[in-house]
């Protein structure tokens, strides 16, 4: 793919300039993070590969949901961490174009995987009888695939239409990774048709899955509360609650980030938020997936006695 009329040759990321004292500790704690952040995703792809009680559609969903996380957060993390220590914060117009793009990409795969998961869990809730059935191994692969491709595809129109846009300058970017917003205000081109297209996809793959997923749990929370046994129902609920909360964070953060018409006045706000979304929730999504799952509990320790009998094996000789 080629840059037509590109004048500038890179852009410049401020990232946390205004916190240049700090910059070591920032550093130290996003790298825990990120660490944390890698090992909890890779983990639950590992469990979920390997471990036959991990073998529902639930679950094959989740490693999914893992894998968008594992490329999110390495597509942004590693470049930030550099920043913070080299203090330039430059990164080439191509560098930053393929970075909003895996970022978008992921982004709009996640959305949909939100999607997909809750309607596994409504028909798990809702239609029990017909679950198996209907949630069949080749059905998953099929919505999985197509969230996939969705998400590149769509993602795809909006980096060849940046990638004919004209940079000129100023190249400065006031935030950690590159995002859409920055790179049209720095378009000396027309950008009508990027803003027109990516407002129209933006909505359809984010404000239809949202609600999606709200009319899904409306009908879950009435099924639910007509189960007559109270055990009944907290058990119906714990099967889906991780999945509530992971929506509840993801869209919280996404539609503050995107949709609030302020966004530009409070700027400082929207930094530290682009930070929860980029980095902090996708550490949060195996912690709330695992903290109470017994499956995921089960499945590790059958791991760990798995990797231990050749230790115990050599301890023994």
Same mark, same amino acid.
């Given at each position: 793919?080629?840059?037509?009329?590109?004048?500038?040759?890179?852009?410049?990321?401020?990232?946390?300039?205004?916190?240049?004292?700090?910059?070591?500790?920032?550093?130290?704690?996003?790298?825990?993070?990120?660490?944390?952040?890698?090992?909890?995703?890779?983990?639950?792809?590992?469990?979920?590969?390997?471990?036959?009680?991990?073998?529902?559609?639930?679950?094959?969903?989740?490693?999914?949901?893992?894998?968008?996380?594992?490329?999110?957060?390495?597509?942004?993390?590693?470049?930030?961490?550099?920043?913070?220590?080299?203090?330039?914060?430059?990164? #080439?117009?191509?560098?930053?174009?393929?970075?909003?793009?895996? %970022?978008?990409?992921?982004?709009?795969?996640?959305?949909?995987?939100?999607?997909?998961?809750?309607?596994?869990?409504?028909?798990?809730?809702? $239609?029990?009888?017909?679950?198996?059935?209907?949630?069949?191994?080749?059905?998953?692969?099929?919505?999985?695939?197509?969230?996939?491709?969705?998400?590149?595809?769509?993602?795809?129109?909006?980096?060849?239409?940046?990638?004919?846009?004209?940079?000129?300058?100023?190249?400065?970017?006031?935030?950690?990774?590159?995002?859409?917003?920055?790179?049209?205000?720095? #378009?000396?081109?027309?950008?009508?048709?990027?803003?027109?297209?990516?407002?129209?996809?933006?909505?359809?793959?984010?404000? %239809?899955?949202?609600?999606?997923?709200?009319?899904?749990?409306?009908?879950?929370?009435?099924?639910?509360?007509?189960?007559?046994?109270?055990?009944? $129902?907290?058990?119906?609920?714990?099967?889906?609650?991780?999945?509530?909360?992971?929506?509840?964070?993801?869209?919280?953060?996404?539609?503050?980030?995107?949709?609030?018409?302020? $966004?530009?006045?409070? %700027?400082?706000?929207?930094?530290?938020?682009?930070?929860?979304?980029?980095?902090?929730?996708?550490?949060?999504?195996?912690?709330?997936?695992?903290?109470?799952?017994?499956?995921?509990?089960?499945?590790?320790?059958?791991?760990?006695?798995? %990797?231990?009998?050749?230790?115990?094996?050599?301890?023994?000789?």
């Amino acid at each position: 793919m080629h840059l037509d009329n590109i004048n500038i040759t890179e852009f410049t990321l401020t990232g946390f300039k205004n916190l240049y004292n700090f910059r070591i500790l920032f550093f130290i704690f996003f790298l825990i993070v990120y660490i944390f952040t890698l090992s909890g995703n890779l983990l639950i792809i590992l469990l979920v590969a390997t471990n036959a009680r991990l073998r529902s559609p639930m679950y094959f969903f989740l490693s999914n949901l893992s894998i968008s996380e594992v490329v999110f957060t390495t597509n942004i993390v590693p470049n930030m961490l550099d920043n913070l220590l080299s203090e330039d914060g430059s990164i #080439s117009v191509p560098g930053c174009l393929t970075q909003y793009y895996f %970022f978008s990409s992921t982004a709009t795969t996640e959305c949909l995987l939100l999607a997909i998961m809750s309607y596994d869990r409504y028909l798990a809730i809702c $239609r029990p009888l017909h679950y198996s059935s209907l949630m069949n191994f080749r059905l998953c692969c099929q919505t999985a695939t197509w969230t996939w491709l969705g998400g590149l595809t769509i993602s795809m129109v909006t980096l060849i239409l940046l990638c004919k846009s004209h940079f000129c300058g100023p190249n400065i970017i006031d935030n950690f990774f590159c995002d859409l917003s920055p790179l049209i205000e720095l #378009s000396c081109s027309d950008t009508f048709l990027i803003e027109l297209e990516s407002f129209v996809f933006a909505s359809i793959l984010t404000l %239809f899955p949202f609600v999606f997923i709200v009319t899904t749990y409306i009908l879950i929370l009435y099924n639910i509360h007509k189960i007559p046994s109270t055990t009944g $129902r907290k058990k119906a609920f714990s099967t889906c609650s991780s999945h509530l909360a992971v929506v509840a964070t993801y869209y919280g953060t996404l539609i503050t980030m995107y949709v609030v018409p302020s $966004r530009k006045q409070l %700027f400082g706000i929207s930094k530290a938020l682009s930070l929860l979304y980029t980095v902090v929730t996708p550490l949060l999504n195996p912690i709330v997936y695992s903290l109470r799952n017994k499956e995921i509990h089960a499945a590790l320790k059958t791991l760990l006695k798995h %990797f231990a009998k050749p230790l115990n094996k050599h301890a023994n000789n």
